[in-house]
């Protein structure tokens, strides 16, 4: 044992000395967070404008919709905020009378019709928002008060939440595939490996350091990418840790022997690159990492079903989204598909593997 | 070494009967070797004679096809870990980790072993010293040489294996593992190296065998290969000077022609030399770049194989 923890800390040491790689093993996910964070940027405002001459009216209803939270609210001229609506920089103008002094006043909501479910939030929001405001000027008591409270602990699901998970099985497979197939035929090339078979050390005591450093590594970079996504961006997931650790490290073990049949078959690292991209691309687009494996057409959804990565993400995002239980059968289902592909490769890798 | 030394006690390396063959070629064609304990033997020959296969097939990194390989009693083929204590290897492509230390990387191998020496020892003895934190990566190519050097003897080896120990160096770096590979036997350490430099085979080796084609041509010391081989001397002058295949000499034994030269050997070099003065001065040739020398490894591998190794 103490030889192979010196293979895994040595190459754990050389890894941390390749800033290079360090730097591209986290700049993709995390450019793709970033990216796709901001896009499916959830926290969700009306964008509305009053435009009321500056009149007490003004200011009096823009204070009242200030203090609603879903409302950004902003003065404007009318003919400038009735092209910003238009052209669907603002959601709505509320359009009040010239020299409105006391109320009743009578208003008219001008609002950007493109987005029927957009226009439709925008008016019932707007109109019962004004409800409310009446309510609170007249002072009169209300028949039916509703006083809406959050649930606590819900939370909404944004893009980078569905994300996240996606990403950890990405990082899982590539890093697993390029790390062994990609090192093991450098170093069969350039003859590492045959010095190593010169000394005492097995074979197995040789490759067991290779995988061990792989799952640490594979570890530690899948939590800094959660810490990450949740201290940086903002991410909102669930962390049920054993769980996760056991899907992953499954997942990462099937990847891995994927690593080293390809390794096998391959004799130069140039000859690897392109097996392992031909490998990986297909699941990386089909398995459900960027959008669900349901979009899929279902002829196409039959097979990848059945692939390592559908199942790794599935069971990342299920856990990390809380839409499965921590010990529930789909997380078992999904441990145990990876265990099979595990099994299937591992055994495929002891008739490919060669030393030369 | 601190303390009470204990040399290394060598045993006897017998091979016999070796084969190995890669698809369409074979590498190494039944060979017989004895090597005996003490001294510095080596494997001469060009490249793709089978030296390497040889030797990785003795380190137990290659299975032979046919054939038994044994140190002292032990049959290597059925005890590897013999091997694997008791060795110490240099491959000709030694890589290491290129971003792991120097000291890093005589630490990692003295790992694997139950006996080493200490690091700090193979470091100042390879003169690593101002290099022990280097990368691997950061190297030249003599340091890269000399920690793979260091490395083969992390476990205090009984036999040392050197594959083309100095190829790509410079001169003065030659001569450094030079005399590292001569204090290595002085230690009482068998020392098997492969070299396709003659000069190299003629100033280091107590015993020669040439290989080419995954045959031993013949086995012996520098000076009885010559002996046997090309004794006697060389005239030799540019291949441009006409000297006829049928030239009549006394005491010529024959003519040797390549790229560079073509040579006279003789037995009797002043009879020879008169001889083809008079030849010359008769036929008003002019003898361009005449010079004379006595026999080396080269003449005995151009004798043995029929070919120069410059090719």
Same mark, same amino acid.
């Given at each position: 044992m103490k030889q192979l923890f010196m293979v895994t800390g040595a190459l754990l040491r050389t890894l941390l000395r390749n800033r290079q790689a360090l730097f591209w093993t986290f700049f993709f996910p995390v450019l793709l967070m970033v990216v796709f964070g901001f896009l499916g940027n959830s926290s969700f405002k009306l964008h509305l404008l009053v435009a009321g001459g500056g009149s007490p009216a003004e200011q009096r209803i823009v204070q009242a919709f200030k203090k609603i939270p879903y409302f950004q609210v902003q003065t404007k001229g009318r003919?400038?905020?009735?092209?910003?609506?238009?052209?669907?920089?603002?959601?709505?103008?509320?359009?009040?009378?010239?020299?409105?002094?006391?109320?009743?006043?009578?208003?008219?909501?001008? %609002?950007?019709?493109?987005?029927?479910?957009?226009? &439709?939030?925008?008016?019932?929001?707007?109109?019962? /928002?004004?409800? &409310?405001?009446?309510?609170?000027?007249?002072?009169?008591?209300?028949?039916?008060?509703?006083?809406?409270?959050? /649930? @606590?602990?819900?939370?909404?699901?944004?893009?980078?939440? #569905?994300?996240?998970?996606?990403?950890?099985?990405?990082?899982?497979?590539?890093?697993?595939?390029?790390?062994?197939?990609?090192?093991?035929?450098?170093?069969?090339?350039?003859?590492?490996?045959?010095?190593?078979?010169?000394?005492?050390?097995?074979?197995?005591? +040789?490759?067991?350091?290779?995988?061990?450093?792989? =799952?640490?590594?594979?570890? =530690?970079?899948?939590?800094?990418? $959660?810490?990450?996504?949740?201290?940086?961006?903002?991410?909102?997931? %669930?962390?049920?840790?054993?769980?996760?650790?056991? $899907?992953?490290?499954?997942?990462?073990?099937? +990847?891995?022997? =994927?690593?080293? $049949?390809?390794?096998?078959?391959?004799?130069?690292?140039?000859?690897?690159?392109?097996?392992?991209?031909?490998?990986?691309?297909?699941?990386?687009?089909? @398995?459900?990492?960027? +959008?669900?494996?349901?979009?899929?057409?279902?002829?196409?959804?039959?097979? $990848?079903? %059945?692939?390592?990565?559908?199942?790794?993400?599935?069971?990342?995002?299920?856990?990390?989204?809380?839409?499965?239980?921590?010990?529930?059968?789909?997380?078992?289902?999904?441990?145990?598909?990876?265990?099979? !592909?595990?099994?299937?490769?591992?055994?495929?890798?002891?008739?490919? !593997?060669? !030393?030369? | 070494m601190a303390g009470g030394i204990t040399l290394p006690h060598s045993e006897v390396l017998r091979i016999v009967g070796v084969r190995k063959r890669y698809g369409q070629v074979q590498a190494v064609d039944g060979i017989h070797l004895t090597i005996e304990p003490g001294g510095i033997f080596g494997l001469l020959g060009p490249n793709g004679a089978g030296k390497t296969t040889t030797l990785e097939m003795i380190e137990g990194l290659r299975r032979p096809d046919e054939g038994e390989i044994r140190y002292g009693e032990w049959d290597l083929q059925h005890h590897q870990k013999v091997a694997r204590e008791r #060795?110490?290897?240099?491959?000709?492509?030694?890589? #290491?980790?290129?971003?792991?230390?120097?000291?890093?990387?005589?630490?990692?191998?003295?790992? #694997? %072993?139950?006996?080493?020496?200490?690091?700090?020892?193979?470091?100042?003895?390879?003169?690593?010293?101002?290099?022990?934190?280097?990368?691997?990566?950061?190297?030249?190519?003599? &340091?890269?040489?000399?920690?793979?050097?260091?490395?083969?003897?992390?476990?205090?080896?009984?036999?040392? +294996?050197?594959?083309?120990?100095?190829?790509?160096?410079?001169?003065?770096?030659?001569?450094?593992?030079?005399?590292?590979?001569?204090?290595?036997?002085?230690?009482?350490?068998?020392?098997?190296?492969?070299?396709?430099y003659m000069d190299e085979a003629e100033a280091l080796c107590d015993r020669l065998a040439v290989m080419d084609h995954g045959h031993i041509l013949d086995e012996g010391s520098p000076q009885e290969l010559i002996q046997r081989h090309q004794p006697g001397a060389m005239i030799e002058m540019d291949p441009s000077v006409p000297i006829p295949d049928d030239l009549q000499l006394p005491a010529l034994e024959r003519i040797q022609r390549d790229a560079i030269a073509t040579a006279l050997v003789t037995q009797k070099l002043d009879e020879t030399l008169a001889g083809l003065a008079n030849w010359a001065h008769e036929r008003e040739v002019p003898l361009t770049g005449l010079r004379t020398r006595t026999a080396t490894l080269e003449d005995v591998f151009l004798h043995l194989t029929g070919r120069s190794l410059r090719d």
């Open positions: 003919s400038a905020a009735v092209h910003l609506v238009k052209v669907g920089q603002a959601d709505a103008v509320l359009v009040l009378p010239k020299d409105a002094a006391a109320p009743p006043w009578k208003a008219s909501l001008i %609002y950007n019709s493109s987005n029927l479910q957009t226009a &439709q939030q925008t008016v019932s929001a707007v109109e019962s /928002a004004a409800a &409310q405001i009446n309510l609170a000027f007249t002072g009169r008591p209300a028949v039916l008060a509703v006083q809406a409270k959050a /649930a @606590s602990g819900s939370r909404s699901s944004s893009f980078l939440d #569905f994300l996240l998970p996606g990403i950890l099985a990405l990082m899982a497979m590539q890093n697993s595939l390029f790390g062994v197939a990609g090192s093991l035929t450098r170093w069969k090339e350039k003859g590492v490996l045959r010095r190593f078979l010169a000394t005492p050390l097995r074979p197995l005591q +040789f490759l067991g350091g290779v995988v061990l450093y792989q =799952l640490v590594f594979g570890l =530690l970079t899948s939590a800094v990418i $959660v810490a990450i996504a949740m201290l940086a961006l903002n991410a909102n997931v %669930y962390l049920p840790i054993l769980p996760l650790l056991i $899907v992953v490290v499954v997942g990462m073990a099937a +990847f891995l022997s =994927l690593g080293f $049949v390809i390794a096998g078959i391959s004799r130069t690292e140039e000859a690897t690159l392109p097996i392992i991209n031909v490998i990986s691309f297909p699941m990386m687009f089909l @398995s459900g990492v960027f +959008f669900p494996v349901t979009t899929l057409p279902p002829f196409l959804r039959a097979i $990848v079903h %059945y692939l390592p990565l559908t199942y790794l993400v599935d069971g990342v995002r299920g856990l990390m989204s809380g839409q499965y239980a921590p010990w529930s059968p789909q997380v078992g289902g999904d441990i145990l598909a990876l265990a099979a !592909w595990f099994l299937v490769l591992a055994v495929i890798s002891t008739r490919t !593997w060669r !030393w030369e | #060795f110490g290897v240099q491959l000709q492509t030694s890589a #290491f980790f290129e971003l792991l230390r120097v000291e890093e990387t005589i630490d990692l191998f003295a790992s #694997f %072993y139950a006996r080493t020496l200490p690091r700090e020892e193979l470091i100042e003895r390879f003169e690593l010293q101002e290099k022990r934190t280097a990368y691997v990566q950061n190297l030249s190519g003599g &340091q890269r040489q000399r920690l793979a050097v260091a490395v083969a003897l992390v476990n205090d080896p009984e036999v040392v +294996f050197l594959d083309e120990p100095t190829a790509g160096l410079d001169p003065q770096a030659r001569r450094n593992v030079w005399d590292a590979v001569r204090h290595l036997r002085d230690e009482g350490r068998t020392v098997v190296l492969t070299t396709h």
